[in-house]
């Protein structure tokens, strides 16, 4: 067994002051009982409390407490093996982390937006095996090709600019992963969505790259992530505040630009579609649209479960323990005309 969120159990240490609170309250009444008369009289021309049940309403409320921190912790359990089955194709989506995507001509920032399209389609995309591959200088699987849209959605959750330790952009590097990943699935419809500014500063010229693309069955399509007039590159500190800009050799902030005419050519070559990020995401329904329009092959992957919620057990106990406390009364009435 296991808590999903096991924070919640330090609530557990309220019910000891719960207790105190109870006996405090209880010495309290005590006393302004003594000093409104005679404690007799008063008892029995007053509504009397039953010690025990004042006791039992006690142990059901903080039991009731106790089972429903339990059910807030969501206790875990239950777990085995399940095969999913679906058809269609094998998906990388592969993410610049250059510093040039910092650059905010793209709001709130290239990398930002890149990150939203990539999960985006990753919601349209159900059915179809996706992967993830974050590259600047080099590249590398951040996600394997999977079914389990919710660990590739965590592995994309971490993609960041200067997550890839060499600097720079290498467009030929990321697809290399990306081939070698298809290769290790025997993938037959194997689609790259590439999200860049397209500034790349190694590597081989887009023709010929998307043509070792094609040979190996791969159709590129590109998101172009930035403006053609550019935008200089942001520096920030530990804070996250502008400190400055990346500067050139002659002491003037660097504009990073889109390569239109580099990410065009790339996709063109390999028989997919350039398009460029716009305010009303129809980049996002136009590249969902092609890949769900292509057909696919019948594609099958054996997942772990995770462990199953059974937070209801203690909810539903401590529902009953607090309604149970609602009804059982904490007095009861003297009787009128008792012997004298």
């Not at 290498?170 to 699935?185: P, S, T």
Request: aromatic share 8%; hydrophobic share 40%; proline share 4%.
């Amino acid at each position: 067994m296991q808590f999903a969120e096991p924070e919640a159990l330090y609530l557990w240490l309220l019910l000891p002051l719960l207790l105190v609170f109870y006996r405090w309250s209880a010495t309290r009444k005590a006393r302004a009982i003594e000093r409104l008369g005679e404690a007799a009289l008063i008892d029995r021309l007053s509504l009397r409390t039953s010690q025990r049940r004042e006791r039992t309403k006690l142990v059901l409320f903080a039991s009731g407490l106790f089972f429903l921190i339990l059910a807030l912790a969501r206790p875990q359990w239950g777990r085995g093996e399940q095969e999913f089955f679906a058809n269609g194709v094998d998906v990388f989506l592969i993410l610049d982390t250059s510093f040039s995507m910092d650059a905010t001509d793209v709001a709130p920032s290239r990398m930002e937006r890149a990150r939203y399209i990539a999960s985006q389609l990753m919601d349209r995309l159900q059915g179809n095996r996706i992967g993830v591959i974050a590259f600047s200088g080099t590249a590398f699987v951040q996600c394997p090709l999977t079914l389990d849209y919710g660990a590739a959605r965590i592995f994309l959750d971490t993609v960041a600019t200067g997550i890839v330790p060499d600097p720079g952009t290498n467009i030929e590097q990321a697809l290399e992963a990306a081939r070698r990943g298809f290769v290790a699935r025997n993938s037959r419809y194997k689609v790259v969505i590439l999200l860049t500014d397209g500034e790349q500063q190694q590597g081989g010229d887009a023709a010929a790259i998307g043509d070792k693309a094609r040979e190996d069955g791969i159709v590129i399509h590109t998101v172009g992530v930035g403006t053609p007039g550019g935008e200089p590159i942001p520096v920030r500190d530990d804070k996250g505040e502008v400190t400055d800009y990346v500067r050139g050799d002659d002491g003037q902030p660097v504009l990073s630009r889109l390569d239109e005419r580099m990410l065009g050519t790339l996709s063109l070559t390999t028989g997919g579609e350039y398009v460029r990020v716009s305010e009303r995401d129809t980049e996002i329904e136009t590249l969902s649209t092609r890949i769900l329009e292509m057909e696919g092959e019948e594609l099958s992957s054996q997942l772990f479960t995770r462990y199953q919620e059974r937070f209801y057990w203690p909810l539903g106990i401590a529902v009953l323990l607090l309604v149970a406390d609602a009804f059982v009364g904490r007095e009861k009435r003297a009787i009128v005309g008792e012997a004298s």
